[in-house]
Each structure stands twice: as C-alpha cells, then as structure tokens.
C-alpha cells in the first residue's frame, strides 16, 4: 500500500505491506531509530512518538493508518549542537540510565506540554505512566519534567 | 575544579565526588543510541526462532516443508543438527560438586521449559520468518512436568535430567560455631516458612544479536545486547567451535541489563551458525512473549529460617534452610549463593547454619538478577528480627540496636562465610531514624484514624556484598572468568585521553565514572576523555559489569594506569622543559613547575612530542599509553537501613507507602547523582520484587500465566514514593579511592522495611507476612489469619 506522511516536518512516501507497523515503518524504512519497541502491545510506551501532536504508541498503529498525518520523532528535537531544553534538563537531572526509554518521555513531556499543561508531582506522575523505566525509579525523570516546566513558565514570564 | 594529586589513591577531591552531566546521554537524549536493533547492514536476514509450548514434552517430529516453500525463507535449522554442530553454553559459575547440565542452543528431542528453542528460520524479513514459524508444523508429545521447588523434590515428581537421578541439583551446607547449642539455650526461639515469587528483570530492551559471517576473511562480527562481551566471546568460541581470534563482540549500547544479560544464549549461537551457513548478516530480536519465557528468571525461593534469642533480645544464633529454583538448566550465573554468605545480615550472631538446595523445574532457567540472593535472605531475617522483637516486648529498632556490628567489631567473618571490611552500621540506622523522625512517629503514632486505616513504621537493615575477593578466589571455585577490571588509557595530542574498556554501557553509567576518576588521576578535565566501550576489538581483557563490582575493580585499574601516564608525561615535559621531573606538577590538563607557571607545557604539546617521538629522553618509548588490570585483594561491603512508614485499611488489605527512606554506605561516591540513580533504580525494582511482579505458572498446565507485559506489572511513575536517601561515606581500605559498589543496594531493603511496618500498622494484632510479592490480598489474609479485621482496631 502507498503510504505519505509528514515526519519531522519531511514529507515521504512509501509502498508498505499493509500489515507492517507503524513504529517498524519509522524505525527500519525510514531509518529513525530513536523510536523503540519494548513489548509490541501498547504497554510499555518505548515507542511513542507524537501522531498529529498526541502521545501515541506507534507499536499499535500501521503503517498505512498514518497516511496522511504528522508525525514527530525525538530526531527533530535537536536538529543542530544544542540539546532542546527539555533534553538538557534530562541531562542534568539524570533523567536517564541506559536510555531505551528516553525518546518516549521526552516525547510524553512534549505531549503535556502541548496541551498547556504544566504537572508536577502525584499528577505529573499519573501522566507518565504510560512510559516505563526500569533503571531510574522515575524520580529523575520526574525531576527533569518538573525542571523543564518550571524553566519554561519562568523564561515565559518577562 | 581539577586538583592534582600526590598520589592517585588519595581520597576524594577533584573530579571524584562531582556530580557531573553523564558523556553517555547526548547520543541517548538525541536518539543516537547504538542499540542492535539499530544495525542495519547489507543484505541483512532476520530469524525468528520456534519454541516449545509445554513445560515438558518430546519432539516427535518437525515438518518444515510448507515453511520452506515461502517465498523469502532462506534457513531452517533444528535440533538434531543443532547439537551435532555445537557444544553446550559454558557455565561461567559452575555449582559447587556437581557436574554442569549441558544447555545446548536447541532442544532435539525433549524440551524442558516452555520457551526453549526448537527451530529457527531465517528469512528476508522479520514479517516472513514469523509467517514461516506459523507453518511449521511441530508434533509434541506432553511429559509429566513439575513447576513447584518444594513438589520437585517429591518421590514421585517427574525427574528432569534422568542422568542425575533426581531433581535436587545440589545442597551447599554452611556454618559456624555450634547452633544447636545456641538454640538449646535460646529463651526464644522464631521461625517461618517464606516462600519468594519468581519475577523477571525485565529491561526495555530485550535480548538481540546480529551475526556477521565474512566467508574467507572467516570473520564472526557479532553485536549483541550483552554484559560481558569479553565473556560471550570465550563462550561463543566454545559452542562454535572456533577459534576466539576469529569473533568480535561489540556491545555499543544495551537497554539495560539487570544481571539478565550476563553470558551467552542460544539465540546468539543460532544466528551466528544461519550467518556462517548463508554468508549473510543474520539479525534476531527478542520479543516480549520471547523474553518472559527464555531469558533467565529470579529470586523464586522457599526460606525456613529460625532465630534464637535471650530475653534481652540478643540474637544467639540462626539457622535457615532454603530451596532455590534453578529452572530446567543451570544457565551461565545460575542460582544464588549469596542468600547463604550474607544471611545474618548485620548482626552480631556468632553461631548460625545455612543450607542452599537447589532445585530442577520445568521453567525457565534463573539468573543472577540485581541482588542475586541478597534481597531474599534479607527478607526473610528482617521480617523475623520485628518478630523476635514483639515477642521480648522490645521496639523493632532497639533490638537492632542491641545487635547491629559496631565499627570495632569489624572485619567481621560472618558464619555465611563473608569477611565486612569496614563500616559504620549503627551510624547508617541512626541516620535513617532522623530522616523518617521515627521518635516524633512514635510519639504521636495513633491506634488508628478516624477513617478506619491505621499506620506504622518499619525498618530493614542489610549488608550488600560488592566485588569478589580476587581472581584466585573465583578460580578456587571453579568460575570461568576473574575478579579483575583492565583499561587502557592514551593521551591524546588534543591534550585529552582515549580510554577503552571491555565494560558495556547498560545504564550503570561507566562511560562517565571511568572518565571521572581518569580525568582525576591525570589532571584533566573528564569532558576531554573520551570512553571506548563494549568492543572485544581495542579493549583489553576483562569481567563485565556486575555484581556490584565495576567502579570498585575499575578504578584501581584506571588508577594503575594513570599513574604510568602521568610518570611519563612528566618525564618527557621534564626532558623538554629542561627541569628536574620532581619539580612537575600536572593539573588543568597542563604540566608545570611546582612554583612556577611560567615553566609549562600543555599535555596536548606533551602528547603530541611522544607521537613524533623526535625530542624524547633517552631511553623513553614513543606514545604515551598504559594498561592496567587490577584484581582486588578482598571485596567490600556496603550496608544502610532502609524506613518506611505505611499506612494500612484493615477492611481491604490494601496498603500505601506514605514515606520511604534509605540510609546508605558506598564508600566514597565518585558521582553522587549517579550513586542516586542507581539507589531509585535498584528500589523501584525492589518495589516491584516486593508488591507487584509475580511470575504465575499454573501447576496443573505448567504454563506460565501472566507472560505479557499486560498481565505482569512492574511499577510505573505513579506506583512508587518518592525515595528520600542519606549516604554515609566510610570509605573502603580494600579499593582504590575508597569506593564501595552500589549497584544491588536498592533492591535489597525495601520488602522487609514495609512489612514491618504494615505489621507495625495492625500491632497488637500479631499479622504475619511470609510471602513475597506482598499484594492488598496477601495482607488481607494475613489479617484474617491473624484474627481479622475487628481485632485490628
């Protein structure tokens, strides 16, 4: 089947078996690799990217559902030398350990951002547990969501 | 920042102690990883490999021609030839007195777990060589099966490996002094029957290999989501029976490891025979149905364990008996022994015994997962340490207090047969105590609250054991593999230093360690040492990363060849500068004259002399490189208390942990934010060991049930408490700047800390937990056992 998406802002277009999942499109026709698959069954959120600015989990979705639409990988997030700052506030919070699961809550911090949310705590936590970890207990990880939120609403504020 | 140093052995200043950014995470953060399945080459086929659905079953027959008629299938291979073509799996930790069950890459004509590997096919893609599994037509004929250590080893359970007579693998007895004679004298006496559920490590990634096969060249590349390189090497070299010179491995990133990763698989040999046979780069990927039931299991145990104490609850002596389920084989760690080494914890219990039996089922073989025995026998003592208490009428913590080893009391040579180096254990409950305010709880500790849930304190203390004690002591014991750690370390005409070790990046954040304490020991800045890591080609021989014991051997390698590197630097800058070398300081990556900052030379214009070789002194060798291994003398300890307080709805059984606190001692902290995160990662999986993951295998079916992601939970971030830590810093004198390892830790303390407390939570109702994992079930039983929920108030 004949597959066009926008992925970070680049249009392809691509023939596809229509069973071939969507992260597997991403990951092995495009060559994205920092989308991974951690259980293939909507559970562990290693490969969420952002579908038309939502959350999702691309190891639920095939290929061909996504003609038509955007979708956004941790790729785009630092085109150039500099760390987008919610990566930079990963990296000094030591958000990460092995880094399996880094692109997907990057992308899950990005996804509550965009709907103008701004969480800490108990309720951030809620939020991210879409998105498993198995090496950091998720404290940093929580730590450098908060950062990056507190960070923004202060360079916000004039 | 950077300091030089009169030696690098001294204590910590300068780099060691900085809590500095990880070199590891602009490639993570940006998606840059270099995982396996990110290996993309040429021509590259995929496998999927068949396995066996029983727990027990012969292979009557394997009908493949339908499979091979698909378009786009290149390879089957099965067992018979499997086995004619392979050798067995090295153990790497051979059980002590019995011979090892070989574990071949593929089941021929009996399988004994579900999960087991009965075919592979190799195809163009990952789509097709699943299709191609769908049409193979296997013809299993189901055995009797046994799932459960303690049916195991009745008279008429069936017998896995008919050449042992039996499914009880081995018994390790161990001891010290005379415990009958201390129980005889007991004034009382307290024993259990624990039983500890079967859980999974469960990385977010799972296993995964490509095998590269050069025909001619007659070259093995193979990338494989492993610990130990150096050690898959030895071993694949082994099951192919080829020579080790002709395999690479390279493990660039790893998605984790957990202990699960430790050594070989057949996956890896599978590949890598469809590689050599096709000419071809063959990639296999474990899938999450793949990984809960063929990569290695842990903890499954059943404890029964007795205390004697005196009035004054003085702990006289202990006895512990426990089977642990290896699962069908005895994979390359094996079953734990350190439930036996570290079973009186840390306390002063002069006479004591401990017998392991290890136990054949039909499951999935078990590894050494983060903790490897710690956190069971931890459990299981601290839980009765809170029952002795009650029944002497003394505050849980008093009675640790009464029994915890002082700092004079050590070394301390446990009767597991453990020598505690050093340490403060008193100071680390204290500190734990002050952080939770376990006075003020008691002071204002209500029988129960106004909305029926009640709420209670408890502690858990432990010992972690780190690092072996030296090479000659594993080779005593027959390990196919040493205590040591090797770097090689060159300075570089950038003025900076490449390093290389066989340590693979799994998250432990070695990259980052290893550069701190290089750049430390030399002079210079960690962000200008560049970490080559995880590649058998350019790293000297080594371990790997585990058992709480990579920074502890690492440094004192990297220390070692610091020091060579900094010895020549200043003799060739001395030759140069025209100066005595004991004039010669190095720091801030420059060496100068002690005094006098004018005479100086950068170590890139250094560096960059000894490339050329042209101005050197006499007798000095070109470049500026060192290696050093380092085998450490003994092993360390680190140890701490872990609080928590729970609150408890006796109606329900369901509980919440309000607060949890962990006072520790590492030693000294090369990266305190690192020493952090590995405390969280280590509790979050003792959190999930303790309330949450439970590997269920149905007895009548011997299937396991709950093998999905789905159905199996490991926590979330809304799951787990905040973790509140205090770090004590006695440093170790066993390694080099003191370090202690960090890595179990986490995993250890946790379970018991919250029992005590649920039990804390319903006291005077005397509530027994004696099971792992802990659900609102298990405590509502409990409750129930003890006399119900109307008594509890």
């Known amino acids: ?158 | 920042m950077s300091r030089t140093l009169e030696a690098p052995e001294s204590v910590a200043t300068g780099w060691i102690g900085a809590s500095a950014p990880r070199l590891e995470d602009e490639r993570l953060l940006r998606g840059l990883g270099r995982f396996v399945d990110d290996v993309e080459l040429p021509g590259m086929l995929h496998m999927a490999v068949g396995r066996c659905p029983y727990p027990h079953a012969r292979i009557a027959e394997v009908d493949v021609r339908e499979a091979q008629e698909i378009p786009g299938v290149e390879a089957i291979l099965l067992g018979d030839e499997v086995m004619r073509r392979t050798e067995p799996i090295t153990v790497l930790r051979p059980l002590p007195d019995v011979p090892t069950v070989p574990f071949h890459a593929m089941a021929k004509d009996r399988a004994l777990f579900e999960g087991q590997p009965v075919v592979s096919v190799v195809a163009t893609d990952r789509y097709v060589a699943e299709d191609a599994l769908g049409a193979i037509a296997v013809d299993y004929d189901p055995l009797p099966h046994v799932v459960d250590v303690e049916s195991a080893l009745q008279p008429d359970a069936p017998v896995l490996h008919p050449e042992l007579g039996t499914n009880l693998l081995v018994a390790n007895p161990r001891g010290k002094g005379d415990v009958d004679a201390a129980f005889a004298r007991a004034e009382v006496v307290v024993g259990d029957r624990f039983t500890i559920g079967r859980v999974t490590g469960l990385p977010m990634e799972g296993r995964a290999v490509v095998a590269r096969y050069t025909p001619g060249v007659r070259a093995l590349d193979v990338w494989s989501s492993t610990q130990l390189p150096h050690l898959v090497r030895m071993q694949l070299a082994h099951s192919l029976r080829m020579p080790e010179t002709t395999i690479r491995i390279m493990a660039y990133d790893v998605g984790g490891g957990f202990g699960l990763k430790l050594g070989l698989y057949p996956e890896e040999i599978l590949a890598c025979l469809h590689s050599m046979d096709l000419g071809r780069p063959v990639k296999w990927i474990e899938d999450r149905g793949e990984h809960f039931r063929s990569t290695t299991h842990g903890r499954q145990a059943v404890h029964r364990i007795e205390l004697a104490a005196d009035r004054d609850g003085r702990i006289l002596g202990m006895r512990n008996t426990y089977l642990v389920d290896a699962g069908a084989y005895n994979s390359p760690f094996g079953p734990p022994m350190l439930s036996s080494l570290m079973f009186t914890g840390p306390y002063r219990v002069p006479d004591g015994s401990v017998e392991r039996r290890v136990v054949l089922t039909n499951k999935t073989p078990v590894g050494a997962y983060r903790g490897y025995g710690q956190p069971e026998s931890n459990l299981v003592r601290e839980v009765l340490v809170d029952r002795v208490a009650r029944e002497v009428g003394l505050d849980p913590v008093e009675i640790r207090r009464r029994n915890l080893l002082h700092p004079n009391d050590l070394p301390w040579k446990s009767v597991g047969g453990a020598t505690y180096d050093s340490g403060d254990y008193p100071a680390a409950l204290e500190l734990a105590l002050a952080r939770i305010g376990y006075d003020e709880f008691r002071a204002t500790q209500p029988s129960s609250k106004d909305d029926g849930r009640h709420v209670g304190i408890g502690v858990a203390c432990f010992v972690e054991m780190t690092g072996y004690p030296g090479s000659a002591f594993l080779g005593k014991h027959r390990a196919r593999y040493g205590a040591f750690e090797s770097v090689t370390i060159r300075l570089n005409r950038a003025g900076g230093a490449d390093l290389y070790t066989g340590v693979s990046p799994f998250g432990q954040g070695t990259e980052t360690s290893f550069a701190q304490i290089a750049a430390h020991a030399i002079g210079i800045d960690p962000a200008d040492v560049v970490v080559h890591a995880g590649d058998t080609v350019g790293t000297p021989y080594n371990t790997g990363s585990f058992a709480s014991r990579t920074t502890i051997a690492g440094a004192g390698a990297i220390a070692a060849a610091a020091r060579e590197i900094r010895g020549k630097a200043i003799r060739i800058a001395a030759h140069l500068l025209g100066v005595e070398p004991s004039r010669l300081e190095i720091a801030d990556g420059v060496v100068r004259a002690t005094g006098d900052p004018m005479v100086r030379l950068s170590l890139g214009e250094v560096a960059t002399e000894a490339f050329f070789g042209h101005r050197l002194p006499e007798g000095e060798d070109p470049g500026i490189e060192a290696t050093a291994y380092f085998d450490p003398p003994a092993n360390t300890f680190g140890y701490g208390t872990a609080a928590a307080i729970v609150e408890v709805d006796p109606r329900t059984g369901e509980f919440r942990v309000e607060r949890f606190v962990m006072a520790h001692d590492c030693g000294t902290r090369v990266n305190p934010k690192l020493v952090d995160g590995q405390l969280h990662g280590g509790l979050a999986q003792g959190f999930g060991a303790g309330f949450f993951e439970e590997l269920v295998y149905d007895p009548d079916t011997g299937q396991l049930l709950n093998g999905t992601m789905v159905d199996y939970l490991m926590p979330t971030a809304a799951d787990l408490p905040e973790f509140e830590l205090e770090h004590l810093e006695v440093p170790s004198a066993v390694t080099a700047f003191g370090v202690r390892g960090v890595g179990e830790a986490g995993t250890i303390p946790p379970a018991a800390a919250v029992i005590n407390a649920i039990c804390d939570a319903l006291w005077p109702l005397p509530v027994r937990i004696s099971r792992l994992p802990v659900t609102a079930e298990a405590v509502w039983r409990a409750i129930e056992g003890a006399g119900g929920e109307a008594h509890a108030s």
């Open chain 1, 1 to 158: 089947m004949n597959v066009r998406v926008t992925v970070n802002g680049e249009a392809h277009e691509r023939d596809v078996e229509p069973r071939r999942l969507l992260v597997d499109f991403l990951r092995h026709d495009l060559g994205l690799h920092g989308t991974h698959v951690g259980c293939e069954q909507g559970v562990c959120g290693m490969c969420t990217v952002l579908f038309d600015g939502e959350a999702l989990k691309s190891c639920l979705m095939l290929a061909p559902q996504a003609d038509g639409h955007e979708i956004t990988t941790v790729e785009s997030l630092a085109p150039g030398d500099d760390l987008h700052p919610l990566q930079e506030a990963f990296r000094q919070e030591h958000g990460l350990q092995c880094g399996y699961c880094t692109p997907a809550f990057l992308l899950a911090a990005l996804a509550i951002e965009r709907r103008r949310q701004r969480l800490e705590g108990e309720e951030l936590r809620a939020e991210l547990a879409g998105t498993l970890c198995r090496c950091t207990g998720y404290q940093h990880v929580v730590a450098a969501v908060e950062r990056y939120f507190r960070e923004r609403a202060e360079a916000a504020v004039p």
